[in-house]
């Protein structure tokens, strides 16, 4: 299977904006891609409802609550996994057994003034994956200004500009610093 994605750094408010415009994409199931210890996997019509699930969620470690996106009608495929713990079992979903779905995690405002990074993608292999990816990723780039160095720009929504002016950093799992966090040049930031 090839994998195709698309990264860009949200904040809250551009989080929420962009569960408000899902629903101009047309009828789609979203299902969390993991329970909590002992139930079942929440599976939401509406985006907005889906919205409501995300806020209600915490952070664990530096993830939020990430969202695999179906047809309407498709079927869900689920396993069950027993805790190793004995504590009991989770639900979880994949794209191996869900092949025409494709998953939205989104990062947002995290811990000491940090944006975590979010994405739209599949591992999918099927037309309606590669579909679906496109009609998102439509979406998500329509909302961010390109900034950064030729060939390894970063994709930004409006909240998160303003958030850097104020001296916000980006972060591409929230773990603490890296090098592979992004570095944005208070110059690419003139004029946005």
Known sequence: ???????????????????????????????????????????????????????????????????????KNCQVEKRKIKLTDGTGIKEKMDQYSNPDSIGLSFGGEFSNNMIVMSSVGTIGDTERSREMFTLFRKLMMSKTVRVGEKGRPYHLMPGVINKLKQGWRLSCHGNGFSISDPIISPDDLVGL
Do not use: C, W
Request: aromatic share 14%.
């Open 1 to 71: 299977m090839s994998s195709l994605r698309a990264n860009f750094f949200a904040d809250d408010s551009d989080i929420s904006d962009l569960f408000s415009s899902l629903k101009s994409l047309g009828e789609f199931r979203y299902v969390e891609s993991q329970s909590a210890t002992n139930e079942a996997l929440s599976e939401h019509l509406d985006p907005m409802a889906a919205k409501e699930d995300f806020f209600g969620s915490k952070f664990i470690g530096s993830k939020r609550k990430a969202f695999f996106v179906l047809d």
